[in-house]
């Protein structure tokens, strides 16, 4: 039985996949888009940098790969719900995926992984090569802080998903998915790096940022990969990361047990 939901759900991952990686249209202009915005951070923060004299957490050198790789694995953020459930809450579609002989949280869950990383890869890959060439993108200090970065980022996916599937469960309350949709954007790139990075906020903000869970999506793996946090780090911090996926997992499946006894679809 395990095996065969297994199964199941390797299948919906793969043909999720599949589907999202036709967009390569979309994944170009993308590209294009995030080299844009790219150059314009790395402006301002060269502008930030020359003009104040006191010591910053991070080296300009290293805010500047700091942002490309914030740019090319901006998808990654959880900004935005999986459309597709959001359709099927709206138009009452989601009473069969309550049918479904598969459990409907880790149902979510693969899409919402496979949201995260197709897109993802057909933008990081040639924008990590076109930076590391042309704009500044400096390679992992060490060998080993590439291997934690990796591991991190993995991680960080597994920790985005939760928190994608934690907002399509929302959806069973709010309906329409507009609130949520235009409010975890601003969260999510406050909170984990992704507009300044996070040594760059001040004293009395390092415990709160550093306490959520939206750290371990993009702060934690930069720092990793610059040499910011030291190698023998990695452990605790993944180990952060697992805890809060299994928080984000354990909370989403109690929210969803709520919400199948008391959701009405269509007045049924």
Wanted: some cysteine.
């Amino acid at each position: 039985m395990i095996e065969r939901s297994l199964t199941a759900y390797r299948a919906i991952f793969a043909a999720r996949f599949r589907v999202l990686l036709q967009y390569r249209t979309a994944a170009a202009a993308g590209l294009v888009t995030q080299l844009f915005w790219g150059l314009i951070r790395v402006m301002i923060f060269e502008a930030f940098y020359r003009s104040s004299g006191s010591p910053q957490p991070l080296s300009f050198a290293d805010v500047v790969s700091y942002v490309w790789l914030g740019q090319a694995t901006i998808l990654l953020i959880p900004w935005s719900v999986d459309t597709e459930v959001r359709a099927l809450v709206r138009t009452g579609g989601v009473a069969y995926e309550l049918l479904r002989p598969l459990d409907l949280y880790w149902h979510w869950f693969v899409r919402s992984l496979a949201l995260r990383t197709a897109p993802t890869l057909l933008r990081a890959i040639p924008l990590l090569l076109l930076a590391t060439l042309f704009f500044g993108l400096r390679l992992p200090a060490t060998a080993g802080a590439a291997c934690g970065w990796i591991a991190l980022t993995g991680a960080a996916v597994l920790l985005s998903s939760a928190i994608t599937t934690l907002v399509n469960i929302t959806l069973l309350w709010t309906v329409s998915g507009d609130g949520i949709a235009r409010l975890m954007p601003t969260v999510a790139y406050l909170f984990s790096g992704m507009i300044l990075p996070l040594p760059l906020y001040p004293d009395w903000a390092q415990q709160l940022v550093n306490f959520l869970p939206f750290r371990g999506l993009i702060d934690v793996p930069f720092r990793v990969y610059l040499g910011n946090l030291p190698v023998e780090q990695v452990p605790v911090l993944l180990l952060q990361q697992l805890a809060w996926i299994a928080v984000l997992i354990g909370f989403g499946r109690w929210l969803l047990g709520r919400a199948r006894l008391r959701l009405v679809v269509q007045g049924g």
